[in-house]
């Protein structure tokens, strides 16, 4: 199987028909797996949250697989829906774009409450008390970081491993997001989720970053700002991959990004990420989607390129040749 044309329909799918809620997604179900899991395995410490990462993750890597061979035993047309029902359901280009547009249409509305209760789905920050421009600043930062953790990294990760390797990742990126928190459960416990999530991410992150210049230069935005931002403010987030495409981003729009935000009750002093400009309006939304879509049509592309000219199969590149 060249895994090329299995990649083409799962991303054309996710493009199409997104994520809706009323149907069964696999990361809902590594939700349970790692409460399970949790249960078992918790100790307040960074050993407890090794054995934690390993046993979730290698609970998924198991149960894709042999469901993978089983669709093999089957025969064609059988793998070939697997791996692109999986990569589908590990890509959120239009997930992301619908989501965050909720916020925009209450924020449109003039009901900023609602556009608070929109937002505070989307990302971990406390939204009961954002005014319309931090409101709108939020959007921005979770547009960026997930063009990242939600589109990038996993394209990334089935062009040089597959659909193993995407699943690999999703399973990362979701343990980081359950427990990869600096609060008083989950600071030892969580910091290996954490941490294999910040190298898994090292990589596609700047790549995230490269790919938003690209594109605002082929969008007729600020590429070159995008570029100097980037090199200036990249490194201006606790995490050492968040901050690349949102510096990208600020430059790219002419905005400021960043700033305090409260996380968990406690307000975090966050450094600021681009050059003040006029304030956030419906413009620069509509700008940050035409850099999401872009990005992830080009890197789509290069991927799907990639796998046809090599001839990979379900390992991707790692299994080539």
Avoid at 58 to 76: E, Q
Avoid at 142 to 151: F, K, P, R, S, Y
Avoid at 175 to 184: A, F, I, Q, R, W
Wanted: hydrophobic share 50%; glycine share 10%; aromatic share 10%.
């Amino acid at each position: 199987m060249n895994l090329a044309f299995p990649f083409l329909v799962g991303y054309l799918a996710d493009l199409w028909l997104g994520d809706p809620h009323h149907w069964p997604h696999p990361v809902r179900w590594l939700g349970r797996v790692s409460a399970w899991w949790e249960t078992r395995l918790y100790a307040d410490r960074v050993g407890a949250g090794v054995v934690f990462w390993g046993a979730v993750t290698g609970t998924a890597l198991l149960v894709v697989l042999a469901l993978l061979a089983l669709a093999g035993a089957v025969g064609p047309p059988l793998p070939e829906l697997a791996a692109a029902y999986l990569v589908y359901a590990g890509i959120a280009t239009k997930s992301l774009h619908l989501e965050s547009r909720k916020v925009e249409e209450a924020l449109a509305r003039g009901d900023v409450v609602a556009a608070r209760q929109a937002l505070a789905m989307i990302v971990g920050r406390d939204t009961t008390s954002l005014e319309e421009q931090e409101v709108r600043r939020a959007v921005l930062e979770t547009v960026a970081e997930n063009l990242n953790d939600g589109i990038i990294a996993p394209l990334w990760y089935v062009l040089l491993a597959g659909v193993p390797g995407l699943v690999l990742y999703k399973t990362a990126n979701t343990l980081d997001s359950l427990v990869g928190y600096k609060n008083e459960r989950y600071v030892r416990f969580g910091r290996a989720a954490a941490r294999v999530d910040d190298v898994l991410n090292f990589v596609p992150a700047r790549l995230s970053a490269w790919l938003v210049c690209v594109m605002a230069d082929a969008a007729g935005l600020k590429g070159q700002e995008a570029r100097r931002i980037l090199r200036r403010d990249g490194a201006n987030a606790a995490s050492p991959n968040a901050g690349r495409p949102e510096a990208a981003l600020a430059g790219a729009l002419g905005v400021r990004l960043g700033g305090p935000a409260r996380y968990f009750g406690r307000m975090v002093n966050k450094p600021f990420i681009g050059d003040p400009g006029s304030p956030l309006s419906p413009r620069h939304y509509r700008q940050a989607l035409v850099l999401l879509y872009g990005a992830s049509a080009l890197m789509a592309g290069l991927t799907f390129l990639i796998l046809w000219v090599s001839g990979a199969g379900l390992w991707g590149l790692a299994g080539a040749g």
